[in-house]
């Protein structure tokens, strides 16, 4: 069974550092793209970027460049999202969600409740 | 890159049908999608994936009253007998490569 397992929330200040994880198991982890998805408070669903494991390629919406970095571990078969200041408009929830080789987003973490507040 | 157009609501009765529409831009019209259901205070779910034949492959788990079909631009997403676990909102999703992807603004379903 593929599963996809998201680091806990967290709760962060202005100006903070953060990296969230997701952790796939069920599947071969290199093989597949894994992308991230903010959906702020209320709000749909933002494509941020994607990895592929197996080589680190890394792609970035164009919202999001620069905004955070998107890494993975496949020692470990975990990918990471991570900012290195954080802001207030940060908070939100943040999925992991693998694709499949035809495209789509097939499998979705529990997410990540990121806040950010002084 | 593809943009996706969705209704910001819609409502049905219970035990009824709701047809939704997710509609690809223009020069965008062959694209595959996917539907996505979220719940309440839950994550995104995978419903199935939508090709413009009207084609369409569901997800494990996912209940028959779900299914899919397409006219030119526009994709359809059909529940049929609709359930109360069913009030959810429902995104679109398309790609440009595994790379490049767009979600549409999300239908907000009432149960009525």
């Known amino acids: 069974e593929v599963q996809l397992v998201q680091s806990g929330a967290e709760v962060k200040k202005p100006g903070e550092s953060l990296k969230i994880s997701c952790k796939g198991s069920?599947?071969?982890?290199?093989?597949?793209?894994i992308g991230w998805v903010r959906q702020m408070p209320g709000k749909g669903l933002e494509w941020m970027g994607i990895?592929?494991?197996?080589?680190?390629?890394?792609r970035y919406s164009p919202s999001f460049q620069g905004q955070v970095t998107i890494s993975a571990d496949k020692s470990i078969s975990t990918a990471y999202l991570q900012w290195s200041s954080l802001k207030a408009s940060d908070t939100a929830m943040y999925y992991c969600?693998?694709?499949?080789?035809?495209?789509?987003?097939?499998?979705w973490g529990q997410g990540t409740l990121v806040t950010v507040s002084s | 890159q593809p943009v996706l157009t969705q209704s910001s609501s819609a409502s049905a009765s219970l035990g009824s049908s709701v047809k939704l529409t997710c509609t690809l831009s223009?020069?965008?019209?062959?694209?595959?999608i996917a539907w996505h259901q979220q719940q309440p205070g839950k994550a995104p779910r995978y419903l199935m994936k939508?090709?413009?034949?009207?084609?369409?492959n569901k997800g494990s788990g996912v209940p028959d009253r779900f299914s899919g079909s397409s006219s030119g631009a526009d994709r359809y997403l059909t529940i049929s007998n609709l359930q109360s676990e069913d009030e959810a909102d429902y995104y679109c999703?398309?790609?440009?490569?595994?790379?490049?992807?767009?979600f549409g603004g999300g239908t907000k379903l009432t149960v009525l």
């Open positions: 990895i592929y494991p197996g080589d680190s390629d890394t």
């Open positions: 999703e398309t790609w440009d490569s595994n790379t490049r992807v767009v």
């Open positions: 223009s020069g965008h019209s062959s694209y595959i």
């Open positions: 069920g599947y071969s982890f290199t093989s597949y793209w």
């Open positions: 939508l090709e413009g034949s009207g084609s369409y």
């Open positions: 969600a693998r694709r499949t080789d035809g495209g789509a987003t097939r499998y």
